[in-house]
């Protein structure tokens, strides 16, 4: 077993590099901005060129790495070829191939939902769990799905992407993905003011610190915290989507825990209360006692889980 | 490698035995009785007994088995133990260690709708593929996941539960589960009855050839074949809540094809039209264009599956 390894989370905008040991200690961390001129073809050398100064720094040789972990705002499949990746202005790339190349280190890749999945099922909520479903509630949803320690990529490189999931009849606009009632709509941070919004419509008489106001979604939870009526029912609803679709989840690959992060679960312990409920509600009896928690490793899970791939 | 292995598939009234070689031909296949006297505590070395007659019947000895594969009706963990089997009167058993304790013969063991979904995967309906959703259409629902050719039992032994997924609001009286609203309730052969009979109570001008009789879903299918313009609509709600379904487990596992088998399935081809429908309707794009098969092993899948567990 070689000593070293690297974990490297690309995002639209920066790219987060991890330099770690195999017991998964982060021993450095630093950022380099994402070029995304010529189709983002700079993207895979400047991570490669990123890593050769890295080594010469800390005075390693390739010899010494185990290998390098690389995720992506994408769908990449199991052999580590990104179909399409519209914030990196990607068509299809190979990865794996290209990286192994311009570095010489074995190198595999992921979505980046799915390495968030495995970060946190290695080092944060998740840990010391080998079966573990993620949400993450960001602008949108992503989701990672890990089976005995290894994250599920899927045929179609679409292993995870729970966001898209049909959970409702009351919207009749289209989500991103052209469906229409996807978990994304009405879970999201963008879902959760959708929700309110259609609340406060509702419930044209009850009083609401949201009335009148433009909100985002922490206002709306800040709201439930302070027992605004409308706030909760708001929550309420949000706990049914999620928590149902969570418990429908849990006839496919029945996990021990869930694990939700995301700016959303930035609201704490209370957004967790309102999924459980619903989910011990709906879900069969066997897998009714999984456990749920919040995510701990923020903006790292990424790197974490991309250099994971490679352990 | 050794050359042969055992797939047995304990059922509630008779045990399907298997004597495969390694490559998977099924070289010999016998049943004996399920005996469930004194809390189905004869069940394991009535099975002992008839695999040591087999290799002396066939002048092989222990050294020559790759292993016991072992199925039955109700849920195991990764560890090979049976949570508990009402059908077999079994509490909890831990099959692989008593197995090999009986027989000396290496063990595994699953639940039997994972068995049947691994028997597909390798010599049935979704041969050639690695990533597979088995739907078992019976009296119930069963099923199996099938990632990179192996099952996921999940943490309770209750992956591939998924007929006690919620996929409606239209019912009142609860599952067997004690959920309401379940897969198994509309999409099982009883389920497709349930739903028959709604739908004439609910197109009461409509003529149909179910009226006014005792029916099957045999007969359901039957008449939707005739043109029934009842059934017709009946096969469309099943197509709805099994296709919906089987779309949101697209977002989880993402596998290259479904397959469809039990009872129910012998309607044929039709059948996979109404679900197809539904399923490309509701499925996250990147995985609307999975393919749909009709289980091909019928009975003998389970043997299959419990043997590839082995290998």
């Known amino acids: 077993m070689k000593k070293y390894c690297f974990g490297i989370d690309v995002g639209g905008t920066t790219i987060k590099c991890g330099l770690l040991n195999t017991e998964g200690n982060l021993l450095d961390k630093w950022e380099i901005p994402t070029r995304l001129e010529e189709n983002g073809s700079y993207i895979l050398p400047d991570i490669a060129e990123t890593i050769n100064r890295k080594l010469e720094?800390?005075?390693l040789?390739?010899?010494?790495i185990e290998g390098i972990g690389l995720d992506i705002p994408g769908p990449?499949?199991?052999?580590g070829v990104c179909m399409l990746a519209v914030n990196l202005h990607?068509?299809?790339v190979n990865i794996v191939r290209e990286m192994e190349k311009l570095t010489g280190i074995r190198t595999k890749a992921v979505n980046d939902a799915n390495a968030a999945a495995l970060g946190e099922c290695w080092k944060g909520g998740g840990a010391g769990h080998k079966n573990l479903i993620m949400v993450t509630l960001g602008t949108g949803i992503g989701g990672g799905i890990v089976v005995e320690g290894k994250v599920i990529a899927g045929a179609h490189g679409s292993g995870g992407e729970i966001g898209h999931v049909h959970v409702t009849e009351e919207l009749t606009e289209p989500c991103n993905c052209g469906n229409v009632g996807c978990l994304e709509q009405v879970a999201s941070a963008t879902g959760i003011v959708l929700l309110a919004k259609m609340q406060l419509e509702k419930d044209k008489e009850t009083p609401s610190v949201l009335r009148g106001k433009q909100f985002t979604a922490k206002d709306v939870w800040d709201a439930v915290k302070a027992g605004d009526e409308v706030a909760d029912a708001v929550?309420?609803?949000?706990?049914l989507y999620l928590g149902r679709a969570l418990a429908s989840f849990a006839s496919v690959t029945d996990p021990e825990i869930y694990v939700i992060g995301g700016g959303v679960s930035k609201a704490g312990p209370v957004l967790l209360d309102y999924v459980q409920k619903y989910y011990r509600q709906y879900a069969f009896p066997g897998c009714k006692d999984a456990a749920f928690a919040l995510a701990?490793?923020?903006n790292d899970a990424g790197v974490y889980g991309a250099a994971k791939l490679v352990l």
């Open 76 to 79: 990449v499949n199991e052999d």
């Open 57 to 59: 720094e800390r005075g």
């Open 296 to 298: 701990t490793l923020g």
């Open 90 to 92: 990607w068509g299809q």
């Open 61 to 64: 040789t390739k010899n010494e």
């Open 235 to 239: 929550a309420e609803k949000f706990g």
